[in-house]
């Protein structure tokens, strides 16, 4: 769809009740939830965009994690619109609803959905991403797994010990990217560095390696790890009540051959 904002936020709007919701644009994860009861949400999703052109999303509705099936008290509403970041005068333009089944009138039981489509999006900028990284689905699991969990030790470490430098090291590319995607200036940009590293009220632990499971994306140039029917990331827990979960989402790709696993989202 054509547009005149100077600054596009491509959005995914989603009230969901009574069962999990997962939503994939381009092969990655944008939003998900597995808690009980609703959600509703105005998603932004150009981080994963990286260029203009077709775009692909996968809109997966679940039974949550004690059900076998699909509520049928489940609703779920979705559409995708774009929006000026900067300038609030213009009004936000509907791309497309989604054709989501009413599961109330269905006579079967559905274990899951998935919904599959596509959309235009036209940015002012272009992302190298993962467009050129090395396939990685066909490499050693073991070594994969090992070189993730790595990863999740220094970043404990890293957290543990507050070192912003070594985390700016760490997530570089990934933060010039994200920046780019939301139109943030150098100076906003230095405003979020202050961010960057969680704040732990309590003392920080992390999740046993044990509890993730490795998943592939984007056809295979990334990988990740998640605990099953949590949202993709790294766990991190306090002790303290009040603060006690941060997700570090960390999705990795292979830049060339040979080259360390690194972040890219």
Same mark, same amino acid.
């Given at each position: 769809?054509?547009?005149?904002?100077?600054?596009?936020?491509?959005?995914?709007?989603?009230?969901?009740?009574?069962? &999990?919701?997962?939503?994939?644009?381009?092969?990655?994860?944008?939003?998900?939830?597995?808690?009980?009861?609703?959600?509703?949400?105005?998603?932004?999703?150009?981080?994963? /965009?990286?260029?203009? @052109?077709?775009?692909?999303? !996968? #809109?997966? *509705?679940?039974?949550?994690?004690?059900?076998?099936?699909? +509520?049928?008290?489940?609703?779920?509403?979705?559409? =995708?619109?774009?929006?000026?970041? #900067?300038? /609030?005068?213009?009004?936000?333009?509907?791309? &497309?609803?989604? !054709?989501?089944?009413?599961?109330?009138? $269905?006579?079967?039981?559905?274990?899951?959905?998935?919904?599959?489509?596509?959309?235009?999006? &036209?940015?002012?900028?272009?992302?190298?991403?993962? %467009?050129? !990284?090395?396939?990685? =689905? +066909?490499?050693?699991?073991?070594?994969?797994?090992?070189?993730?969990?790595?990863?999740?030790?220094?970043?404990?470490?890293?957290?543990?010990?507050?070192?912003?430098?070594?985390?700016? &090291?760490?997530?570089?590319?990934?933060?010039?990217? #994200?920046?780019?995607?939301?139109?943030?200036?150098? $100076?906003?940009?230095?405003?979020? $560095? %202050? /961010?960057?590293?969680?704040?732990?009220?309590?003392? =920080? @632990?992390?999740?046993?390696?044990? +509890?993730?499971?490795?998943?592939?994306?984007?056809?295979?140039? *990334?990988?990740?790890?998640?605990?099953?029917?949590?949202?993709?990331?790294?766990?991190?827990?306090?002790?303290?009540?009040?603060?006690?979960?941060?997700?570090?989402?960390?999705?990795?790709?292979?830049?060339?051959? @040979?080259?360390?696993?690194? /972040?890219?989202?």
């Amino acid at each position: 769809m054509q547009h005149n904002y100077k600054n596009p936020i491509y959005e995914f709007s989603i009230d969901s009740r009574e069962c &999990s919701i997962d939503l994939k644009i381009n092969g990655l994860p944008c939003f998900s939830n597995y808690e009980p009861g609703g959600v509703a949400v105005d998603w932004p999703v150009n981080t994963n /965009l990286l260029s203009s @052109g077709k775009q692909f999303y !996968s #809109l997966s *509705l679940m039974p949550y994690e004690d059900e076998d099936f699909i +509520n049928k008290k489940a609703i779920v509403k979705a559409k =995708i619109s774009v929006r000026d970041s #900067l300038d /609030l005068s213009k009004p936000r333009l509907l791309i &497309s609803e989604i !054709s989501i089944p009413d599961f109330s009138k $269905e006579e079967d039981l559905r274990k899951e959905l998935h919904i599959r489509g596509e959309f235009d999006a &036209s940015i002012p900028y272009n992302h190298e991403g993962w %467009v050129n !990284s090395v396939n990685i =689905i +066909n490499e050693d699991k073991e070594l994969l797994f090992e070189e993730l969990k790595d990863f999740y030790d220094d970043l404990y470490t890293i957290f543990k010990t507050h070192n912003i430098d070594k985390y700016k &090291s760490l997530t570089n590319v990934r933060f010039r990217e #994200l920046c780019g995607s939301f139109y943030l200036n150098d $100076e906003e940009m230095k405003r979020r $560095e %202050v /961010l960057f590293i969680p704040k732990f009220k309590g003392a =920080i @632990g992390k999740v046993s390696i044990e +509890n993730y499971e490795m998943i592939f994306l984007a056809e295979g140039k *990334l990988v990740a790890l998640r605990i099953p029917n949590e949202p993709i990331g790294l766990k991190f827990i306090s002790d303290d009540d009040t603060d006690n979960i941060i997700y570090e989402q960390a999705i990795f790709h292979r830049k060339k051959p @040979g080259d360390s696993l690194s /972040l890219i989202r």
